[in-house]
């Protein structure tokens, strides 16, 4: 392999990301109409500079299109959960439940969508508690672009350990580092450190975002323990079991959130009039529960979302049934290919392989038709409802399917070429030492191309070990910082904003979610990446 890394390169493969970047941010183009843009200047810079001939990028574009059906079964099955809830009249009464059951509104956004989220990415991930989470913040009184932003946060932190750890497996394998082993659980001590402070940085801007400084006041005790909780107990936990560092903190601060709406400060009534992620005005007008729910109580309203907890813990932490239902495994054949500078994609018998009994797009499909057959039977839906959850759901289906299709495809041909490997590399070259403060970036780079902190651990993991070896620092801290960064990323990740974007009903939307969300990521992995500067000096 002789990849050129130079300035000329460098700049093409970053060419496709600027222009994705400047579409969404600066034109305000949604993640529709920019993706095939992105996805055209890859395959321009892919032919003209790398040396890919026509054959390799179809080869490419056809893995991007089998890693895109994983995700597309999630956005289908997730609206369908939804629509099932919407139509038996559940979202009203989950909004003046939770007020109830927690009077204090900054902690019950706090709950709905930092606690509930990391709860959920500590189970499924994959894009789902993005794709929950908007509507029930919605279901809440919050403005549908803040439904996506609050969850795309709230859900990030946990991307490395959470889906019972699947990237953090993924990272160590990429690495070479055998479990249990001194410089295994270095990495993860580092990892932890970061994802904590990432962890309540969140929980302090989701108090920002309610209400300013106001509300960082108000929410600071009640965002702390949280933090600890979930933060802390990760770092513990990964001392104990990797598989459940992020699931059982992630009850613990469920459990936590409802005892906190019980006592001191959060026990009485509170709330912002004039908070700028409220939506007052459409709350005047719904007021109370409707016609529909009345007579609903706040536990069958979250049923769906009970018997998506139960069905996926049923399979995931019990060994033999998660055993038996991963044997079977899809993948599809693929060829080797090679670029003209000799960058070769290994062939393979079964690329992709997706397990499909143990995917959350069944757990989120068996979740969806159990709550259908419950408030069916309760009466809650009514002759013809079926027809109408399944024409609503195609409806919401149809139009983001292009958008995550071409994404992915996008980032498999900037991979295949050897674009993205040329990005770190000539950030490492030019940087020398300097770049341990960019290594969180690279991780960030590979979740924001492929949706996916365990897809960013897999493409980078080897070559900051590599970078590692070659600055002569340690490569278990470089490595925290990787996946930490990679689970910043997955914040800004276009995947998952399309996911949150659909189920919010805010489609075209995207890049004023992402500008938000980017004032935000960039300081933290900068922040990141000063802290392992210093860690490693000293």
């Known amino acids: 392999m002789n990849l050129p890394v130079d300035l000329l390169h460098w700049l093409a493969a970053f060419a496709p990301i600027a222009m994705l970047l400047f579409l969404m941010i600066k034109r305000k183009w949604g993640i529709r109409a920019a993706a095939p843009v992105g996805l055209a200047v890859t395959v321009l810079t ?6 890919a001939d026509p054959k390799l990028i179809l080869l490419q574009c056809g893995k991007g299109i089998w890693n895109a059906l994983p995700i597309l079964l999630i956005i289908a099955t997730a609206i369908l959960l939804y629509q099932v809830g919407e139509e038996a009249g559940a979202f009203p009464v989950i909004r003046n439940g939770m007020r109830k059951f927690l009077p204090n509104e900054l902690l019950l956004v706090l709950a709905m969508g930092w606690i509930l989220e990391s709860f959920l990415q500590g189970i499924t991930g994959f894009g789902v508690p993005v794709a929950v989470g908007a509507p029930l913040l919605m279901g809440i009184g919050v403005r549908p672009v803040w439904a996506v932003i609050i969850p795309l946060l709230g859900q990030s932190w946990g991307n490395t350990f959470g889906t019972l750890a699947v990237s953090w497996d993924m990272l160590a394998v990429s690495a070479g580092m055998e479990a249990g082993s001194e410089a295994y659980l270095k990495m993860a001590f580092w990892a932890c450190v970061f994802l904590w402070i990432w962890n309540l940085v969140i929980g302090l ?14 929410g600071l005790p009640a965002v702390l323990l949280l933090s600890l909780v979930q933060g802390g107990g990760e770092l513990l936990m990964t001392r104990v079991s990797t598989t459940l560092a992020c699931f059982l903190p992630a009850c613990a601060s469920l459990i936590l959130v409802i005892v906190l709406g019980r006592i001191g400060c959060y026990r009485e009534e509170w709330r912002l009039e004039d908070s700028g992620i409220m939506d007052r ?3 005047t007008k719904e007021g109370g529960a409707d016609s529909a729910s009345a007579g609903m109580s706040l536990a069958q309203a979250f049923v769906p979302y009970f018997l998506l907890t139960f069905i996926a813990l049923g399979v995931l932490l ?3 049934v998660r055993g038996f239902l991963g044997r079977f495994k899809i993948g599809l054949p693929f060829p080797e290919t090679a670029t003209g500078y000799g960058y070769i994609n290994e062939a393979a018998a079964d690329y992709g392989a997706v397990a499909p ?14 709550a259908f057959f419950y408030y069916r039977k309760r009466g809650r839906i009514k002759a013809g409802g079926a027809g109408r959850i399944a024409r609503r759901t195609c409806a919401m289906i149809v139009s983001p399917c292009l958008a995550v299709v ?6 498999m041909v900037m991979s295949g070429t050897g674009q993205t490997l040329v990005l770190a ?25 492929t949706g996916s902190n365990m897809n960013s651990n897999i493409l980078f993991g080897e070559f900051q070990t590599a970078t590692a070896r070659l600055l002569e620092v340690d490569g278990s801290m470089i490595l925290g910082a990787q996946t930490a960064g990679a689970s910043i990323g997955a914040a800004v990740s276009p995947s998952n904003i399309v996911l949150g974007a659909t189920t919010a009903g805010i489609l075209g939307r995207e890049g004023e ?16 990446g000063a802290i392992l500067f210093l860690a490693v000096g000293i």
């Open 46 to 51: 892919g032919l003209c500079f790398y040396r």
């Open 205 to 218: 801007v989701i108090c920002w975002f309610y209400g300013r400084g106001r509300a960082l006041k108000k």
């Open 281 to 283: 005005e459409k709350e």
């Open 318 to 320: 019990v060994g033999p």
């Open 357 to 370: 009994f143990t995917h959350a797009s069944v757990f989120l499909l068996l979740a969806g038709a159990a």
């Open 406 to 411: 071409v994404l992915v495809m996008m980032s």
């Open 425 to 449: 590399e000539g950030i490492a070259g030019v940087l020398g030492r300097g770049y341990i403060v960019l290594a969180p970036f690279v991780g960030a780079l590979g979740s924001f191309m």
């Open 513 to 528: 979610v992402l500008r938000r969300i980017l004032k935000l990521t960039v300081p933290a992995a900068v922040a990141v």
